[in-house]
């Protein structure tokens, strides 16, 4: 199995082409991500921007629906990807915003995909204004390597999916609810904040930890949270622990709560 998580050090010595990928986002700021980026960010790294690469326009699918397969390819490759190239995207928000495009690079097929452990913080060396356009790359669609699952499917056999939200305990509870126009959640799902896969220095916890916080929830897992961003990264955690990889709703609640005849929870 090729490597998911990636650090500093194991990246200087992968000794093959590598392709870095700035994904940072602000969700209320839809334009920090350029400008942090234009401000430094690591040498030889392409900007993805949550809203205009790694996203459709918000809609019936949510807030950040998939973008088609298609469009996700020709970005890749204007980035300079090739097949063969290891990707490493990294963000400055503990892998909140990274784990959305390594997620989407395997739904493209492209297994070489990894998140930088601790993000552009741990990041020892210099960084660069420079924003060199790349060479096209030969980046090509393969096979999925991951998988989806949409509102009807849930609605269909919500009793045999293990339903594993992402977003924080009190938005989960319904006690409150900045982004979203209806607090809650959908009704038997399990609640497991994406920043409790990290240790205090905003890394991922070792294998049996992670294992440890998903224990019972590998039954048909589906990951959900507000608009199919950071639940990626409980997609990614569940990997990290040995479980075969769960499922992701990718309308997830911002999805869900457009049909109001879907029952809500609490």
């Known amino acids: 199995m090729r490597r998911m998580l990636i650090d500093f050090d194991a990246l200087r010595e992968l000794g093959r082409p590598v392709r870095l990928i700035d994904c940072r986002a602000g969700l209320g700021d839809p334009g920090y991500g350029r400008r942090a980026y234009e ?7 392409q900007h993805g921007d949550l809203d205009r690469d790694f ?5 019936s699918g949510g807030r950040h629906p ?3 397969r298609a469009a996700l390819a020709e970005r890749f490759a204007a980035w300079g990807v090739n097949d063969q190239d290891q990707l490493v995207f990294y963000d400055d928000a503990g892998g909140a915003f990274a784990g959305r495009g390594w997620w989407l690079a395997r739904w493209c097929g492209h297994e070489a995909a990894a998140v930088l452990d601790g993000g552009l ?3 020892p060396e210099a960084l660069t204004t420079a924003c060199a356009a790349p060479e096209r790359g030969t980046f090509s669609l393969r096979p999925p390597l991951t998988r989806i699952v949409g509102a009807a499917d849930i609605e269909a056999d919500r009793g045999a999916l293990t339903l594993i939200d992402a977003r924080a305990q009190r938005r989960f509870d319904g006690l409150e609810e900045p982004i979203d126009r209806v607090a809650g959640h959908i009704p038997g799902a399990f609640c497991r904040p ?37 639940a990626t990264h409980n997609v990614l955690a569940m990997r990290l ?3 075969d990889e769960p499922a992701l709703y ?17």
Do not use: M
């Open 250 to 266: 990718p309308g997830s609640w911002s999805d869900w709560i457009n049909d109001p005849k879907r029952p809500v929870a609490p």
């Open 194 to 230: 994406f920043q409790g896969n990290l240790d205090a220095t905003g890394r991922f916890l070792p294998a049996p930890q992670l294992r440890e916080r998903f224990a019972g929830l590998a039954d048909n897992p589906v990951c959900y949270c507000g608009s199919g961003v950071t």
């Open 241 to 243: 622990a040995g479980f």
């Open 55 to 59: 996203a459709a326009p918000p809609g």
């Open 121 to 123: 913080e741990a990041w």
């Open 66 to 68: 998939l973008p088609s």
């Open 39 to 45: 401000q430094g960010h690591l040498p030889g790294a």
